[in-house]
């Protein structure tokens, strides 16, 4: 079965209800991917956004890895809303619970965004350095440290790509990273994290996906 549109945060905890069977629904969904094509299925933008949420709290390793690789096909193919999904995935999953080896993943496929030419994978690992507060020893990497070296507010990347700031109170509200080696230092109280001061990522820059999805949730 469809999950209802829009999805939102609040529908979650009848997901069961919808996925009594996981196995079931991907494979119906997989199976319109390819009838239709990569980045074709509404129904697969679905399941993105399933999974996206899902695994913050309910993390399986086969299930993880299913999600990436679909999402990274559709990306090949110039479709991004997996994709940004899967960003999103890892920025508010690791500030939920942190695994290296997902961790490793984020910092790999980041910088493969930005490579190909894309800031959303930028800004969402910088999110996550911001608004991290757990007590994970991690380290970044020498060249993703380099490169966010310029960027120190979230209108940062809409000016790297030649777009305006979406307000002078935007700029007064985002927080630099305080940390890009181990063991980010424990932001102030009054700093809050993702899910409060970054609303306006949904419609972050760097989405340029042809198929145009339902609008995706604020986070």
């Given at each position: 079965?469809?999950?209802?549109?829009?999805?939102?945060?609040?529908?979650?905890?009848?997901?069961?209800?919808?996925f009594?069977?996981?196995?079931?629904?991907?494979?119906?969904?997989?199976?319109?991917r390819k009838r239709l094509g990569g980045g074709k299925s509404q129904e697969m933008n679905t399941l993105f956004r399933f999974w996206s949420f899902f695994l913050r709290s309910h993390f399986n390793r086969k299930m993880y890895?299913?999600?990436?690789?679909?999402?990274?096909?559709?990306?090949?193919?110039?479709?991004?809303?997996?994709?940004?999904?899967?960003?999103?995935?890892?920025?508010?999953?690791?500030?939920?619970?942190?695994?290296?080896?997902v961790f490793a993943d984020f910092q790999e496929e980041t910088l493969k965004d930005q490579d190909a030419g894309f800031y959303y994978g930028l800004e969402k690992f910088w999110a996550f350095l911001t608004y991290y507060k757990g007590k994970a020893n991690f380290t970044v990497d020498p060249e993703l440290k380099k490169r966010l070296d310029d960027?120190?507010?979230?209108?940062?990347?809409?000016?790297?790509?030649?777009?305006?700031?979406?307000?002078?109170?935007?700029?007064?509200?985002?927080?630099?990273?305080?940390?890009?080696?181990?063991?980010?230092?424990?932001k102030s109280t009054g700093s809050g994290s993702q899910s409060q001061h970054l609303q306006q990522q949904a419609t972050s820059v760097g989405s340029s996906s042809p198929l145009s999805p339902p609008p995706p949730p604020t986070h």
């Open positions: 079965p469809s999950l209802p549109l829009p999805f939102s945060p609040s529908f979650l905890p009848s997901l069961p209800l919808f009594p069977s996981l196995s079931a629904p991907v494979c119906v969904y997989v199976t319109e890895e299913e999600f990436k690789t679909y999402a990274l096909e559709d990306a090949q193919l110039g479709y991004r809303y997996g994709l940004e999904c899967l960003f999103r995935f890892y920025s508010y999953g690791l500030e939920k619970k942190f695994r290296m080896a960027f120190k507010t979230l209108d940062d990347f809409r000016l790297a790509q030649g777009l305006p700031p979406p307000s002078s109170s935007s700029s007064s509200s985002s927080k630099s990273p305080q940390s890009l080696t181990a063991t980010p230092s424990k």
